[in-house]
């Protein structure tokens, strides 16, 4: 037996209880992986909650580092004792948990399990961002929201990695230092930050948003883009956007949306590779500093998802089995 966090039923943090369950077997092509650390991210939540369907009895996480315990058939890239994360796991609240060998990314000698957790799904999704969704260019400026969190922190060093001018959003003078440390060129906070991004811009807007907020910025958002500018819309940490009329996006100067997810951008294994190998290189350079705000015993996972929604936290959350 091991330990994992189950929620019976969709509700609030307090669904989230520690118990016992049988240790998972690997299947044909997966991997059993002792569970190092955990990432808490916000679709965790959207899933806990019911905004995301999923089957109940339920075990949050999709995002973990560990050690390879045993291998399916049909394995040859992965043997016991290899060091392993992704994101794109289930279960992942739990000392042990199973993943596809397709989805694991190896971790080399140098990074850490901390780091090796932090880095998955919001280092590949800051990747994504900044090299698909919308490919910036040297001497471009960008909006990002949330300056100070685990996406935020990784895109505002990507960032400034391809050369762009970088104006984010936070919420308190400690954030505003995380940014800053981060590389951000302009610090706002968000009331009136569509103001105060055409000012700093000349009244030309950005030529792009990186925006994870939702509901609360998306207007502002895009109020705040050039002509021609786009809205890269990838979360909703404040709620969902409401339908809108596409007359807006003509009226602010034939502006484009975009709502990406990274299962998207991870279709195969060497993208997959790709992204992580260019992230983990990044860290091992020095290019890039991984922030782990505040590591979590398992049993309070309750606590992080509070911690998370109520925007108290800054850098990646890390559950401790």
């Known amino acids: 037996m091991a330990k994992a966090i189950v929620a019976a039923a969709p509700g609030g943090p307090e669904v989230l209880q520690l118990q016992d369950v049988d240790i ?9 992986v002792k569970v190092a650390a955990a990432g808490v991210n916000f679709i965790d939540t959207y899933e806990r909650s019911g905004v995301y369907n999923v089957r ?13 315990e045993a291998v399916g058939d049909g394995v040859e890239e992965f043997t016991a004792g290899d060091r392993v994360a992704f994101a794109e796991g289930t279960r992942t609240y739990a000392q042990y ?20 957790a932090a880095i998955p799904l919001q280092g590949m999704t800051a990747h994504y961002l900044v090299n698909s969704s919308f490919k910036v260019q040297p ?10 969190g685990g996406v935020g922190l990784i895109l505002t060093q990507l960032l400034k990695v391809k050369g762009a001018r970088v104006i984010t959003t936070v919420s308190t003078h400690e954030k505003e230092e995380l940014a800053r440390s981060a590389g951000a060129d302009e610090v706002l906070r968000y009331d009136g930050f569509d103001r105060r991004v055409r000012d700093l811009t000349g009244g030309t807007g950005v030529d792009v948003v990186y925006d994870g907020v939702g509901k609360d910025t998306f207007d502002g958002s895009l109020s705040s883009l050039r002509t021609r500018g786009m809205l890269v819309l990838f979360g909703g940490a404040s709620g969902q956007v409401p339908p809108f009329d596409l007359q807006r996006l003509n009226q602010g100067g034939s502006l484009f949306v975009t709502r990406p997810k990274l299962k998207d951008h991870l279709l195969t294994p060497q993208e997959r590779r790709w992204r992580s190998s260019e992230l983990f290189d990044a860290v091992l350079s020095g290019q890039l500093t991984l922030r782990v705000g505040r590591k979590y015993p398992l049993a309070e996972a309750a606590q992080a998802h ?5 925007r108290r936290t ?7 089995p």
């Open 56 to 68: 109940f009895p339920y075990t949050p996480g999709g995002e973990a580092a560990g050690t390879v």
């Open 139 to 148: 001497g471009q400026t960008v909006l990002t929201h949330a300056g100070a």
């Open 314 to 320: 800054t850098g990646k959350l890390l559950l401790i």
């Open 24 to 32: 998972p077997q690997p299947g044909p092509g997966e991997l059993l």
């Open 97 to 116: 948990t199973v993943v596809s060998a397709e989805a694991a990314l190896p971790v080399p000698h140098g990074v850490d399990d901390d780091v090796a």
């Open 306 to 310: 509070e911690d998370l929604q109520a």
